[in-house]
């Protein structure tokens, strides 16, 4: 829910970077971190969430506590016929709760899809049963993570 463009200045990218690193954070504790009395450090929070800087707070959960041990990347590609069936390849994407994220692309490839099932078993039960399934999809390349060198959510700021 963007409304205002803000100025960004050294106080709110501060602000920025400790609620992306700890979203529990209270405004006492950021301003007191970044230098602000708690009044005037809420407002500005308040002003970049009102702004759209801030999308929504959550809790990170660790997947492999979870048993969601297999991380895919899978790389769509629809037919001819199916790029005019995009919405509905979007819509049934959105319903899958085990696409983390979908992107289109620019090249070869029209999606790239983040997916965390189980085990290989559940991945394979997922791409013949739902994904190789939807609407137009021509041909999917899946590509399992061995293991994460880097992971984050934080912006560079």
Not at 32 to 46: F, M
Not at 124 to 141: A, I, K, M
Request: hydrophobic share 45%; proline share 4%; net charge negative.
């Amino acid at each position: 829910m963007k409304s205002d463009n803000v100025d960004l200045d050294a106080f709110d990218r501060q602000i920025l970077s400790l609620i992306q690193e700890d979203a529990s954070l209270s405004a006492a504790e950021i301003g007191a971190r970044v230098g602000l009395s708690q009044s005037p450090c809420w407002r500005r929070i308040h002003r970049l969430e009102k702004a759209g800087y801030v999308r929504g707070r959550v809790a990170l959960l660790d997947r492999h506590r979870l048993e969601l041990d297999v991380l895919v990347f899978a790389l769509v590609k629809l037919n001819a016929h199916g790029r005019r069936s995009l919405p509905e390849f979007a819509e049934a994407i959105r319903g899958r709760p085990e696409v983390l994220e979908c992107f289109t692309l620019m090249g070869d490839m029209d999606f790239l899809l983040r997916i965390v099932v189980p085990d290989i078993q559940a991945y394979e039960r997922f791409f013949f049963e739902t994904l190789s399934q939807l609407p137009g999809v021509q041909e999917v390349h899946s590509n399992i993570a061995m293991s994460e060198m880097k992971s984050t959510t934080s912006l560079p700021l």
